[in-house]
C-alpha cells in the first residue's frame, strides 16, 4: 500500500511560481509512474502532468506545457510539480497519483492510477 501527501499550494499572484511536492510512503516508488491531475470548482479532475518510474519520460497537458515541470526523486520517495507563470485558470486542488508502471508508456487517464493523496489547494488571484 502506498500512501501519497501533497504539500506546497496555497495563494499566489498570477504570474508567479508555486512548487508542490507528493511524499509517498513504501519502498516501491521507484516502480510507479507518478501523476499531477487538477480539479477546478464544478469541472472533472484532470490530467496535468505525469512522468515515467525513472524520471526518463514526462508528459503534460497542452495548457501547462513550457510552464510546469514534473521531476522525481527516488531516493527521497517524492515527486514534484514546478508551476511557473500561473494563470487564474490554474486554480483548483492538485492531486497526486501513482500506479505501478508496467509498460513504457506511462498512462495519463485517472482511472489508470491506483493511489492518491489527500489534494492540495491551488488558488491564482489575477
Known amino acids: 500500500q502506498v500512501q501519497l501527501v501533497e504539500s506546497g499550494g496555497g495563494l499566489v499572484q498570477a504570474g508567479g511560481s508555486l512548487r508542490l511536492s507528493c511524499a509517498a510512503s513504501g519502498p516501491t516508488f521507484s516502480s510507479y509512474a507518478m501523476g499531477w491531475f487538477r480539479q477546478a470548482p464544478g469541472k472533472e479532475r484532470e490530467f496535468v502532468a505525469a512522468?515515467?518510474?525513472?524520471?526518463?519520460?514526462?508528459y503534460y497537458v497542452d495548457s501547462v506545457k513550457g510552464r510546469f515541470t514534473i521531476s522525481r526523486d527516488n531516493a527521497k520517495n517524492t515527486v514534484y510539480l514546478q508551476m511557473n507563470s500561473v494563470k487564474p485558470e490554474d486554480t483548483a486542488v492538485y492531486y497526486c497519483?501513482?500506479?505501478?508502471?508496467?509498460?513504457?508508456?506511462?498512462?495519463?487517464?485517472?482511472?489508470?492510477?491506483?493511489?492518491w493523496g489527500q489534494g492540495t489547494q491551488v488558488t491564482v488571484s489575477s
Open positions: 497519483a501513482g500506479y505501478r508502471q508496467k509498460q513504457t508508456i506511462v498512462v495519463l487517464t485517472t482511472t489508470s492510477y491506483d493511489y
Open positions: 512522468i515515467s518510474w525513472s524520471g526518463a519520460n514526462t
